[in-house]
């Protein structure tokens, strides 16, 4: 994986952690998982809570906030408040920071320019290795699979189960209602996997139905944003999609995309056995009609 741990202002801290995460020292290593562990949260503390939290000294904090490419510990606590700022705040905040430097253009083009640069980013930060090793998961019929989101994101969670259940079984969409969860959760395996998306004002339920489904060892594939949803620590894999553009409302283009990629990679995978289901798919629809004829 590329080295990312620049002072690049695109680069998150979470993001710069995981890149460089296999050059740490055990006790960098104990540090970085305690950052990450409630994060940003976690690093908004003085140096000296920050050390004791972690059980390094604060010498290790100092220089580990210099191996990430920050100056020093006020410059990486900066940027943790700043994406503290940007995962709590409302639709009309965020549309007054984008309006104030707006440049003069239409915003057809403003918002084609942000979100091409947003897939950029997300592709560049995005590990082929996870990629695969999450098609793999989603490839193995023993293995059922659950998908849910959350008040936005829950469209999200419906477009990929639509296409997974047509290639294989054993796919469920979680509804929506949390008091119904308790009903699915009991039907979880140990080695399930559990499909979750969650962008940011990130949802305490979801949080919730996460540690349930841990408990159980199901394992988590998180949709996320670019800041990362506290369900990361509960999560085996993660996909970080950028998601601001100048609207008050965040964009879900991008973290479109990933679920298209991931479905395009099961059906290269399993093409006989999607072939044969879809065979059969098109017979029901004939019997029932559903779509319509021209000749």
Known sequence: MTNTTSSNDSQFVSQRIQDCFDRLTRAERQLANTIL???????????TALAEASGVSTPT????????????FPEFQAQLRSELQATVSNPMARREVWAQNAPDTHILNRFADTVVENLHHTLNQQSPEE??????????PERAIHLLGGRITQSLAKYMFTHLQMMRSKVSLIEPNSSSWTHYI???NKGDVFIIFDVRRYERDLQRIAEMAAERGVIIVLFTDQWGSPLGKHSQHRFNARIEVPSAWDSATVMLFL????IAGVQDKTWDETTDRMEKLEVLFEHTKLFRKFI
């Not at 679920?259 to 991931?262: L, Q, S, Y």
């Open 61 to 72: 904090v100092a220089r580990m906030a210099r191996k990430l490419g920050f100056g020093g």
């Open 131 to 140: 990629f695969d090793a999450v098609v793999d998961l989603l490839c193995q």
């Open 259 to 262: 679920i298209e990629a991931v």
């Open 37 to 47: 562990d409630n994060y940003p949260v976690s690093g908004l503390g003085s140096i």
């Open 186 to 188: 009991i039907n979880m």
